[in-house]
């Protein structure tokens, strides 16, 4: 089913997918942010059967404080290796999106099984501007995903949150669970805009909340990491449309893997040398 956008200029209909206007070329709405503004009554109603639950556990004040503490202070994460990073610095590259790096010929075609899953996935889930999109993750504690690389780039909200969106799980792995199609459609309220990151967390993660859950256990919660398969790591998965480049960048925090010293070194003097905050976990 195809999903219109009403210019709020000339008031013709476009495909949601594009950024502007097909005929005046206004811009409009961010397709991904659009799709999610179109499940926020769901989301909210989710949220209200949370609470409703939640209440009956004695948790719902708990809950409000998870949604509170998300809203107000979570960011949106991006792991880059060292290697990868310190690159993107010396030849002033904005921060790469598989596709677009593919088709820029900065790296192959991979062929393994999950990045064929990936690619119906995106294909579904941001059909017509998969190339467009940052993946990223949701973080109370300014640690991300490790599995995808040593460095966490923290971002600046200021210069995101209005093309940001969020999905509840990995929308990978919810492709290869549930197989959504036009007569499967995506869970209705598992997506969210920016501002309401909280109202999505809470939904997600009620049931996981207890008498003895403290607030300092929400990061924890929030993303679960498994060393072992990046497959079993839960997080909530931000959306990001266009370009992205190190001065979007709030603050990197380095966990260097066996091996990384001696590159770790060279990456911190170029992190100085744009002062860009840093630390090493």
């Not at 949220?47 to 979570?74: E, I, P």
């Not at 010293?261 to 840093?278: A, C, G, N, V």
Request: aromatic share 8%.
């Amino acid at each position: 089913m195809e999903i219109m956008v009403t210019c709020s200029s000339c008031k013709e209909q476009y495909h949601h997918a594009y950024l502007h206007c097909t005929t005046c070329h206004k811009q409009g709405p961010y397709p991904n942010v659009y799709l999610a503004t179109q499940e926020q009554a769901n989301l909210q109603q989710n949220f209200q059967d949370a609470l409703l639950r939640a209440k009956k556990r004695g948790v719902d004040n708990l809950l409000l404080q998870l949604q509170h503490q998300v809203d107000s202070a979570s960011k949106a994460c991006i792991n880059r290796s060292v290697p990868e990073l310190s690159l993107a610095l010396h030849e002033n590259r904005a921060l790469g999106r598989y596709y677009k790096e593919v088709q820029a010929g900065r790296r192959l075609l991979d062929d393994d099984p999950w990045t064929r899953l990936r690619a119906q996935a995106d294909q579904y889930f941001f059909h017509g501007f998969h190339e467009e999109i940052h993946f990223a993750a949701l973080t109370l504690n300014d640690s991300g995903m490790s599995s995808y690389g040593s460095c966490c780039l923290l971002l600046k909200e200021a210069l995101i949150d209005e093309r940001a969106s969020l999905f509840r799980e990995n929308t990978g792995l919810y492709f290869r669970e549930h197989q959504p199609s036009e007569k499967n459609p995506v869970t209705p309220g598992w997506r969210a805009v920016w501002a309401e990151r909280g109202m999505l967390a809470a939904c997600k993660l009620q049931e996981q909340l207890t008498t003895t859950t403290a607030s300092s256990d929400f990061a924890d919660l929030l993303i679960q990491f498994s060393p072992e398969d990046a497959e079993l790591d839960d997080f909530l998965e931000v959306h990001i449309y266009g370009s992205l480049t190190i001065k979007t960048v709030q603050q990197v925090v380095i966990s260097p893997q066996s091996g990384e010293e001696s590159q770790t070194d060279r990456l911190t003097k170029r992190l100085e040398e744009r002062k860009i905050p840093f630390q090493i976990a």
